[in-house]
Structures are given as C-alpha cells and as structure tokens.
C-alpha cells in the first residue's frame, strides 16, 4: 500500500528537479547564443548593412578588415573574392582566392569551390584560357556540372561550336535537354559552311539540327537558301513552306526567297498568291511590304494598292497606316495633301522609335532580328515580326 502511495507521489516530488533542469539547459543555450554573437566582429554586419544599400565599395572595405582579424576564414574569404570580382577588381579577387588555394586547410570539395571561383575571376579578366583549363579540371568532380555550364557559355562567346554542341550533350538530363540550344550550334555550322559554299556539310548540319529539334525554323531556312543556291528551287520551295507547320510566326523572315524560287520556276503569280494567303490566315505577318513590291511588278500600281489596302484594313497598326497613308497620297485633295504626308512622317519616326524586335526572356529591343539575344544569351526568343513596344 505505501509503495503505491509513493509511485504516485514521486512525479509531483521530482517536478521542481526538472523545472530546474530546464531552466538551468535555457539558460545555458542563451548564454552560448550570446557568446557567439559578441564573438561576430560588428564589420560583418556593417559590410551586410552596405551590400543592401548597394555599397559594395564599403561593403568590401568592411569585410577586408573583419578578415583581417580572422584570416583563416574559408567562407570570408571565398565571399570576399567574389565581392571583388564583381566589382571589376579582378586582380585583387584571383590574389585572394588564390591565397586560399594555397593554405592546407583548402581541401576537397572547398578546394574545388575555391577553383570554381578562381576560374570565373579569370573568365572575369579576360584570360579565358587559363579558365576554361581550371573547367576542364573540374568536370570529375562535385562542380562538374556548375563547370560545364560555365564552359558552353565560353564556347558560345567564342562561337566553338563543335566544343558547344560537346559539352550541351554532357549537360543533358531529363530535366533540361538543351535541344534548342544544339540545333542552333548546328545552325550556325551549316550557316559557316553555306558562307563557304560548301552545301554538302551545310545540308549535313541542317539535318542535325531538325533530327534534335524538329520545329527548328532556321533549319529549313538554312535548307531552302542551300537548294535555292544550287537551282533546286522545287526543293526550296518545300524546305520553305514546312516552316508553317513548324511555327508559321517565321514565315515572313522567309516571304521574299519564297516569291523568288517561285519566280524562278515561272510562276511568279503563284508565288505572290501563297504570301497573300498566308496573311489572310496570319494576320500577324510582317509581309505587306514584300507583298506591295511584287503585286506591283506583276499587276501595276492600282491592284497592288488595293491589295496592300485589303490587308491592312484586316489588321490594321503602325505600319500598315504608315503603308496606306502612302497609297493614298496621290488621290488626296492637294489642300489635305500636305497635312496627310505630314502625318506620315511622324508615323515613320514613331516607327523606328517603337516598332522592333523584341527578346521574349529579357524584353531587349532591337531593329535587328537575332537568333542568340546579346542581352541574356538566350535561343529562339526574338519575336520573328517586329512589334510595337
């Protein structure tokens, strides 16, 4: 019966120990919290404070004199050099990251996150050489992948195309293929050997491109320049005309060859009459300059303006008003004349103020079509007709 009674006791007895206890273990991790917290020089939080008001100057003073008093910090000192890289100070960021490299305690896998960094201040400083070799190096490791896209951004900037299209196929998985990317490395091999008129390897490229990415574009373009080139104008004609199951955006980048390989067959009418039809359906075309020029060659100036007209009425912008404003000039009263060509000229200006090209990814803008954005370096993200932004 006691036993019992004390069982029941004993916890309310031993309550008070493990109060104290708990009290006593907080107490003892609010003190180590403390003192680590003094033992963080306050230069750290001042360099902190400065990269959020965007002081890197400041923010790199402050860290140098907090590495100062702990120089055998990895982290400080890896961050430190990329504060300085990204400062343009180049120099100061390879001397301090290769200090690093240097001390024994920089081992494995902080060995090659020194390298990585060290790599990329060389790519920084103009001395790709002796970066790409640091890349290569690093391909059998834990940065292999962080190397190799560092390394076809290289090979792309030096337009290497081969050591491109090498090093996308080792980045590819079933997350991310890179397929835009290769066809577009071969592109630009078969558009080099086209240059060089050398159709063989030219049409040898451009069926690479199609057998990774078949709705690659440029590839039948690169395909109907090659056979108009060589008088296979039936041949073009098709390469051409497959662009519109492919992504029928692009058929105006190739409206112009298209009248000309059907010129070349004697069917010029025939021609002019597929450019009409594909912006009846795609009104988005930028086709109604190529359209007035050759409908006026072969119907005369009255058939192609009332045309040209119909068409821009179906989808009426900047510089279709600009197109129609200039076929009506000569049947305007001469009172209203003066005013409407006016008009016309500050329709022109905007014009080429705001009618462009336009980077899908980082919206650059540009007068010029451009398969690789300058801006982010991105493929196939140009809008193909030139739109009002």
Known sequence: ?????????????????????GWFAARVDMKTVLKQAKSVPSGFYKSLDALVDRKTGKAARELAEVIDQQPQSYDLNLTLGKLYRQRGENDKAIHMHQA???????????????LFELGQNYQSAGLVDRAEQIFLNLQNGNMAKEARQVLLGIYQQDRDWEKAIEMAQLLSHDERTYQFETAQFYCEL???????????????????????????TRANMILGDIEQKQGNFGA??????????????YLSMVGERL????????????????????????????????IYEKSLLLEGESQ???????????????????????????????????????????IGRQLQKSVMYRCRNCHFKSQVFFWHCPACNKWETFTPNRIEV
Request: include cysteine; proline fraction near 5%; charged fraction near 25%.
């Open 1 to 21: 019966m006691e036993t019992e009674i004390w069982m029941l006791l004993l916890p309310i007895i031993l309550l008070p120990v493990f109060f104290a206890m």
């Open 100 to 114: 690093l490299l240097d001390s024994p305690d920089t081992v494995g896998d902080k060995r090659e996150r020194v």
């Open 190 to 216: 078969a558009q080099a050997a086209l240059f060089r008129s050398d159709f063989e390897a030219a049409c040898g490229y451009a069926h690479k491109a199609l057998d990774i990415n078949k709705k690659c």
């Open 236 to 249: 073009a004609i098709d390469a051409y005309t497959a662009i519109e199951k492919q992504n029928h955006e």
């Open 259 to 290: 009248y000309d390989a059907y010129d070349a067959l004697g069917k010029p009418r025939e021609g002019l009459n597929i450019l009409i039809g594909y912006m009846k359906t795609f009104p988005q075309l930028d086709l109604i300059n190529v």
């Open 304 to 346: 192609a303006a009332q045309t040209a007209v119909e068409l821009v009425r179906q989808k009426p912008d900047l510089s279709g008003v600009y197109r129609l404003l200039g076929l009506q000039l000569s049947e305007l009263n001469p009172e209203w004349k003066a005013d409407a060509d006016m008009m016309r000229s500050v």
